[in-house]
């Protein structure tokens, strides 16, 4: 059974800086596509950003694009989403998912292991 746990999450001022990170294990993490999601009160879940397996390519939703960089260290079976530039509409549940794959993937349905959840406010 794969297991993955977020941290990171707080409260942090608009334009400021987070840094959340997701460690897995139960799996050899680098065959598995990394991905990064989050959900307000009353949506659904949406894609943030996806990476491969080798950490190669990356895959970003357009309103993050230039401010969060998804990475990963194969070696500590880690992966991380550096938020900059945090505005008040990126306050969300952010939840890590892994899938059994290597390519990369921004629909929910193709993540097989997802973690608890880290929230993160922004205030304005």
């Known amino acids: 059974q794969v297991q993955v746990v977020e941290s990171g999450g707080g409260l942090v001022q608009a334009g400021g800086s987070l840094k959340l990170s997701c460690a897995a294990s139960?799996?050899?993490?680098?065959?598995?596509?990394m991905g990064w999601f989050r959900r307000t009160p009353g949506k659904e879940r949406e894609f943030v950003a996806a990476?491969?397996?080798?950490?190669?390519?990356?895959l970003y939703e357009d309103s993050v694009k230039g401010r969060f960089t998804i990475s990963r260290d194969n070696a500590k079976n880690a992966v991380s989403l550096q938020m900059n530039s945090l505005k008040p509409e990126d306050t969300a549940v952010y939840y890590c998912?892994?899938?059994?794959?290597?390519?990369?993937?921004?629909?929910?349905?193709?993540?097989?292991?997802w973690g608890q959840g880290t929230q993160v406010t922004v205030s304005s």
């Open positions: 990476i491969t397996g080798s950490g190669g390519t990356t």
């Open positions: 998912a892994a899938r059994r794959a290597y390519a990369l993937a921004s629909n929910v349905y193709a993540y097989d292991y």
């Open positions: 139960g799996h050899t993490f680098s065959n598995y596509g």
